[in-house]
């Protein structure tokens, strides 16, 4: 994460945090970061940014959460979205930020580089909704 980042109604209202919360139609201020959401991933070994890491970064406006492998880690299983007590859906959140990376042309999820990706996440990948 970027030095200087603070949580604040300003971070909150950056064109980054409106297009991931237009693309994913998530309230992503709801977040409280409790962690629940990591807690039922079975994936995050996998990932570079725990879920509720990942939503803390884009409530930051961090844009630098679009090259984390998290986002392609993340298998769309919705265990995260059960289990939230604030209705977050951090498989859409993922999902934006897997089109948003899609969109700016950065590195994403490389066929080569599948070895020791849970099969659940190739799946996921290829089945999610990005495009
Ligand atoms: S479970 Fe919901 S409120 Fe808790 S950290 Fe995850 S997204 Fe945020
Ligand atoms: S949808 Fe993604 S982030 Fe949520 S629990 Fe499943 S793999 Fe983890």
């Known amino acids: 994460m970027a030095d200087g980042l ?5 971070a909150l209202a950056a064109p980054f945090v409106g297009k991931v ?20 991933c079975l994936f995050t070994e996998h990932m570079d940014a725990l879920p509720n890491q990942v939503l803390r970064r884009v409530q930051l406006g961090d ?3 679009l090259a984390a492998s998290a986002p392609w880690a993340c298998a769309s299983c919705l265990a995260c979205a059960v289990r939230c007590p604030k209705g977050v859906d951090v498989a859409r959140v993922m999902e934006a930020l897997r089109l948003l990376a899609l969109r700016r042309g950065l590195p994403h999820l490389d066929p080569r580089a599948t070895a020791g990706v849970p099969q659940i996440a190739l799946v996921g990948a290829y089945r999610k909704l990005t495009p």
């Open 6 to 10: 603070r949580l604040s109604r300003e």
């Open 21 to 40: 919360e237009e693309l994913s139609g998530q309230n992503l201020s709801a977040c409280y970061q409790c962690g629940k959401c990591a807690a039922g």
């Open 63 to 65: 844009e630098s959460v």
